[in-house]
Every structure is written in C-alpha cells, then in structure tokens.
C-alpha cells in the first residue's frame, strides 16, 4: 500500500498506470518464480521458502527505503515547510530543472499558520467525509468483488489442473497486465478501463457457467480471462484509489481498499462451499454492481492530487510534474 502511494504521489498523471503495472509485473514474476522454487523444494518445509524470501525482502527493502525520498504532499500536509523546501530543491538539482517553487520560496519555508488546515492528522474518520464517501463505497465494493472473483477462478483452476501448472499458467496470462492496462487506463480513462475489464470477467464467467462441465479448448479459455480481468482490475483499482483519496487519507484509503480486497481473498473458499452451483452468478452481480457504482464518483486520470477533503490541491502543476 504504502509503495503504491509513494510512486503516484512522485509521478505525473501520465505515467501513473506505467508505474502502477510495473509493481504488478513484479509481483506475477515473484509467482512465476515461487512457483519453480517450491517445486524444486516440494519436499522440504515450506520454512526454507518463506523465511530466507522475507528476510531478503526485508535486507533489500530497508536499504532502498533509507534513500527513499518523503513525499512533498505529505510534508506540506503536515506543515514541515522547511524539508519540503530542501526536498524540492533537491528534486530540481536532480532532474536538472529550474526550482519551481523560487517565487513562492519564502512563503513556503515560513512556519504554517495555526489554522493550517493541511496539518489535520491523517483519520480514518475521513474515509466517511461526505465529499469521500462515494470513493470509499465505489472502492471497498470494486476491491472486494474483483478479489473475490480472481481468487475462486484461481481456487476452481487449481481443482481442474495440477497447481503447479495452475499457478504458473495464471501468472503467464497476468504478466500481459502490464503492458496493455496502462496504454487503455490512458486512453479509456480508469471509469473506463474498470468497465471494459469488468465486462471482460462477466464474459468470462459466464463462459465458465456455461462451458463448466466442457473440457474443450473453448472452456478453458474463459478461466484465463476471468484471471487476466482480475489482475488488471486491481491494478487500475489502486490507481483509482491513489488518485481520488486526498493526500490527508491516500494512505488509509489506499489501504481500506486492499482490506476490502484481502477480505474477498479471506472467505472465498468459504464463499464456493456456502452457495454451491450459484456462486459463479453471485460473481456477476457483484460485477454489475461495481461497474454501476462507478457513476458515483469523478474519473481520476489526469486530475492534480487533491490534499484534504475540502480544498482543492494546493500545490501546483509544476511542483507536481517534477
């Protein structure tokens, strides 16, 4: 989550789904991986997997966040004009650009007011703000009903095939992911692009409906494409979140999302057993709902970050393209 937010709060709104896509790249590549390494392993613990991966990670992760910069939203949020000047500058030397914020220097390395509004803390209170509330509705139900949906494909493809080969087969159809959702979130716009691809998996369900007891070619197409959907929906559904949520609650935002998301994973197979034979259909309608709770809320590409709830972004065009 917090990687996710970092990145869109560096990037332009162009490259906001590259970015994005990237970091799902890495992850169906880190499945593609696994699932080579627990074969060679597959009669060992699953302790000498998990343990040495995580504390690599860990190693790996650490150094690189030391020189990981903060984000100039969340300083200026938070009123620590002084970095955000400094890091600023920094940025400008580095990209070998003029310091954009020269004629506003001094107003801005000035200590803030005491009715600095962009200091409020960080509050999951502001997830149910009136002006955030469609964003937090619009994105818990399209994060839960897409992991949902990718996690009984994947359990029901596990159960056709060996999982090895399952599991590999899904993180080859995902890795396409990543170089067609950004050129359509682009040019669909992220409503858009969440609608195309929620289309796509209804197809795909409904193929899996209708072709479930078919072993043809055909039926074993529709799984592929549900999964495929799948990964591409959460890819574009962080994008969304990242971009609608101000910066005073992007992070727990972004993270209400994943809960909702993970939540779907959580009670999936729970999910199969409770309705057997309809559950593909209650995937459906979930899918329909998503694609109608999209008209609650703005489209995000391309728009300037917003801070708070009430304001409009306050920093400018200029700071945010560098």
């Not at 009123?79 to 400008?92: D, F, R």
């Not at 043809?216 to 799984?223: D, K, L, V």
């Not at 609650?249 to 959580?266: E, P």
Request: hydrophobic content about 50%; proline content about 6%.
């Amino acid at each position: 989550n917090t990687v996710v937010v970092g990145v869109i709060e560096f990037s332009v709104p162009r490259l906001r789904a590259f970015v994005k896509a990237g970091i799902g790249l890495a992850w169906s590549s880190g499945i593609l991986m696994c699932v080579g390494v627990a074969y060679a392993l597959r009669g060992g613990s699953w302790r000498w997997i998990g343990v040495p991966l995580n504390l690599a990670h860990a190693v790996v992760l650490g150094v690189v966040l030391a020189g990981f910069p903060e984000s100039p939203r969340f300083l200026l949020l938070q009123g620590k004009n002084g970095e955000l000047v400094k890091l600023m500058q920094s940025i400008a030397k580095t990209n070998e650009v003029e310091q954009p914020m020269n004629e506003n220097l001094a107003e801005f390395a000035a200590p803030p007011p005491p009715n600095n509004k962009h200091q409020s803390s960080v509050s999951v209170m502001e997830l149910v703000h009136p002006a955030i509330r469609p964003v937090t509705l619009v994105v818990g139900l399209a994060q839960f009903s897409c992991t949902l949906m990718y996690y009984v494909i994947l359990e029901y493809a596990a159960k056709s095939k060996h999982m090895y080969a399952a599991t590999a087969e899904g993180a080859l159809v995902e890795m396409p992911v990543a170089l067609l959702v950004p050129a359509v979130t682009n040019y669909l716009g992220r409503k858009g692009a969440l609608r195309l691809l929620f289309s796509i998996a209804t197809v795909g369900l409904l193929g899996v409906i209708f072709f479930q007891t078919s072993e043809s070619y055909i039926a074993a197409i529709f799984p592929l494409l549900v999964r495929f959907s799948g990964a591409g929906l959460s890819t574009i559904m962080f994008i969304l979140a990242a971009e609608s949520f101000p910066t005073s609650c992007r992070n727990i935002g972004v993270s209400w999302g994943n809960t909702c998301g993970k939540s779907g994973g959580l009670i999936s197979e729970m999910f199969v057993h409770m309705l057997p034979g309809f559950y593909f259909q209650v995937l459906v309608v979930l899918n329909v709902a998503s694609v109608l709770s999209l008209c609650l809320i703005e489209e995000s590409a391309g728009r300037k970050l917003a801070d708070n709830p009430e304001q409009e972004p306050v920093m400018t065009m200029a700071v945010t393209e560098v």
